[in-house]
Nanobody
């Protein structure tokens, strides 16, 4: 099982930018996805952003908002999420997620059930 460790988060103000990171350790494959979901109180977990790597190269980058930027260093199995222009509604627990399944082909990166590894989550709180 791949272990995911997030770092960052905390209390920020509306309009700020925040970058959080996630590092993976353990078995990985030539094509995999690392990304972020978030869950606010009383809300379902929702997709934030994902980075797909294939053959040591970035294959695809997706995000749910133009305010979300995901980047990564494949050699380190590490991704970062930058959230710009933070709003109170961005307040949530942010989870790093990874799909390290060995099967090649596309992934439904928007579906949380696609992912087989999860970090413990980090709290991001945006004050008005």
């Amino acid at each position: 099982q791949v272990h995911l460790v997030e770092s960052g988060g905390g209390l920020v103000q509306t309009g700020d930018s925040l970058t959080i990171s996630c590092a993976a350790s353990g078995r990985t494959f030539s094509r995999y996805v690392m990304g972020w979901f978030r869950q606010a109180p009383g809300r379902e977990r929702e997709f934030v952003a994902a980075l797909t790597w294939s053959g040591g190269r970035t294959y695809d980058v997706n995000s749910a908002s133009g305010r979300f930027t995901i980047s990564g260093v494949i050699e380190r199995n590490t991704v970062w999420l930058r959230v710009d222009s933070l709003k109170p509604e961005d307040t949530a627990v942010y989870y790093c997620a990874g799909d390290f399944s060995p099967v090649d082909g596309p992934r439904d990166i928007y579906n949380e059930h696609t992912y087989d590894s999860w970090g413990q989550g980090i709290q991001v709180t945006v004050s008005s």
